[in-house]
């Protein structure tokens, strides 16, 4: 499957380590903030690497996102842009919500079971 990473609202030097650590051979768009990474088995999977970079370049203030809108695309966003956006994070799974009201109706899904 296609996996797209979009970086709009990350910073030069998130764009640079995603870009080379994570996605060497993969296309760029033509704004060049979205990674496009051909044949990803795994969403999960580029989600815990690119978490995995953060934490081993010691960047505490970005978050991964997987965006609830578009299928297969995660976000890399700046924990004080959150809000703004109007995004509602999973404090769970990470996951992002357009509501308080979708967040905690899906929060409750951790819970059960
Ligand atoms: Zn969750």
Redo the contacts with the bound molecule.
């Keep these: 499957m296609v996996v797209t990473i979009d970086l709009t609202y990350a910073n030069d030097r998130m764009r640079n380590l995603i870009l080379e650590s994570i996605s060497r051979n993969s296309p760029i768009d033509q704004n060049g903030y979205n990674i496009i990474m051909q044949d990803e088995p795994d969403l999960k999977r580029i989600k815990s690497r690119i978490e995995k970079l953060l934490d081993e370049n010691d960047i505490r203030d970005f978050i991964v996102a997987e965006n609830t809108e578009k299928e297969n695309e995660i976000a890399i966003l700046k924990k004080g842009d959150i809000e703004q956006l109007g995004i509602y994070l999973?404090?769970?799974?990470?996951?992002s919500f357009e509501s308080e009201i979708q967040r905690i109706v899906?929060?409750r899904?951790?819970y059960i079971g």
Aim: aromatic fraction near 0%; hydrophobic fraction near 20%; glycine fraction near 10%.
């Design positions: 999973c404090t769970h799974c990470g996951v899906h929060q899904i951790h």
